[in-house]
């Protein structure tokens, strides 16, 4: 089927909320049920990547399931996504993912809008978001070419891992950044440190393209045929 953009840029609006949601939504669960950080960070981790999974499967044929500017961009610059609708796909993704803050507050009883004052900066935790995302679009751009169909595995069980092995604890994405900055909970980032976080998102969604392209350039592949 072929959806409409206006359907499309619903489901991207949709996707990132409900994402959001579960980030925040069970850090602060997690946060409440536990004082011990480890097993908070292990809450965090499997509802994100569970719903990372159900959200891909579920939206996919719908628009994509970018959810991410970082993803948004890089098929725009793969000239696999018109301009305007990436332009849109990006408003709808940050959009969403604010309302996905405020959705998670809601239901804990918590003030609907705040601002975080959780410090996340530093040299560390900027290369680990260049590497969470750069692990993050390989793993979409290679399964693409792999195994399209297994890519809601791929994503969701990346993600899952690079919480633990990534400083940053693995955002990947300008808009969850973005939302994050408006939850003062486990899961939040003070939106000072919030333009260093997408920048280094850019940049390894960046270097992640190139690096597929390269990776599967045909004339490479067709040299090593013949040798």
Known sequence: MTFTPS?????????????????????????????????????????????????????????????????TLVFALRRELPVTLAVGYVVAQIAGGILGSFLAHAMFDLP??????????????????VVATFGLLASILIGLRVKAEAIPWL???????????????????????????FSDSFAGIRPLDVPAFVVAEIIGALIAAWFVAWLFQPQAAQQDNVK
């Open 155 to 181: 994503v969701g069980l990346y993600i899952t891992a690079a919480y633990w092995f990534t400083a940053s604890t693995s955002f990947a994405n300008p808009a969850v950044a973005i939302a994050r900055g």
């Open 7 to 71: 359907r499309r840029l619903v489901a991207e609006g949709l996707g990132t909320l409900l994402l959001v949601c579960t980030v925040v939504g069970s850090g602060i669960m997690a946060d409440a049920l536990s004082a011990d950080d480890a097993v908070s960070l292990l809450g965090n981790t499997i509802p994100t990547g569970a719903i990372l999974i159900v959200l891909i499967t579920l939206f996919g044929p719908v628009s994509g399931a970018h959810f991410n500017p970082a993803v």
């Open 112 to 129: 609907v809008v705040q601002i975080s004052q959780k410090l996340r900066t530093g040299d560390g935790q900027w290369l680990a978001e």
